[in-house]
């Protein structure tokens, strides 16, 4: 499991480097970072997750935040690496039901937790609806909900990433966070870099 999830987030970082025109690896390593510790329950696969991934990756590179992939082994008590940690959870549709999701919803976040549940059986069938790339889809509902994490207050915007509406944009041309959010997501992830429990021992 371990060597998969290393392939997929090595697959994911070369496909966003190719969406993204790609940058210098010191540049990038200067760029406040979130680390995002990701477990696919779902099985979603390394295919897709790798896509979707690349996807996430682009929104965030296009705020000046840098995201580092890793597996989310021990849960949210494994804070080890370097920059801000998150948790991003892919629920099966029977743990879904178990956790008792909103209906309509995507996927959910618990911000003072740092935790986020994405629901990629029910972004698979809304892509179908609209005719999306489910992968890119479900880059976009991950990007949405670890935007949640790091933004203050649960509210949606009335724009780019964090409307709650991101479906209507089908190849993920304007998900993008505003000025106003990409200054507070670099001030938070900025302010908690120095913080002792955020160490650093992982990351690529």
Same mark, same amino acid.
């Given at each position: ?20 025109? %790609?940058?210098?690896?010191? *540049?990038? #390593? /200067? @760029? ?5 510790? &990701?477990?696919? =329950? $779902? ?63 995507? %996927?959910?976040?618990?911000? *003072?937790? #740092? /935790? @986020? ?5 029910? &972004?698979?069938? =809304? $892509? ?70 955020? #160490? ?5």
């Amino acid at each position: 499991m371990e060597k998969a999830i290393r392939n997929i987030i090595v697959a994911a970082a070369a496909t966003a480097l190719a969406l993204t025109g %790609g940058t210098s690896r010191a *540049a990038d #390593r /200067q @760029a406040p970072t979130v680390v995002v510790h &990701v477990a696919d =329950l $779902a099985g979603v696969g390394s295919a897709g997750l790798a896509r979707a991934m690349a996807q996430t990756m682009g929104v965030y590179k296009a705020a000046g935040v840098r995201l580092v992939w890793v597996e989310a082994g021990k849960g949210p008590g494994a804070r080890a690496c370097e920059g801000l940690n998150v948790f991003v959870t892919l629920l099966s549709p029977r743990q879904l039901l178990e956790q008792g999701g909103r209906e309509s919803a995507l %996927g959910r976040a618990a911000r *003072a937790e #740092r /935790q @986020a549940w994405i629901y990629p059986g029910r &972004v698979s069938l =809304l $892509a179908w609806q609209k005719s999306m790339d489910e992968r890119v889809l479900l880059g976009l509902v991950i990007a949405h909900e670890v935007g949640h994490l790091l933004l203050p207050g649960p509210g949606h915007s009335s724009d780019g990433i964090m409307t709650a509406g991101i479906d209507t944009d089908p190849r993920g041309v304007r998900a993008r966070f505003t000025p106003r959010e990409v200054q507070g997501i670099r001030a938070r992830v900025e302010s908690e870099a120095g913080n002792p429990e955020e #160490r650093t021992t992982c990351g690529s």
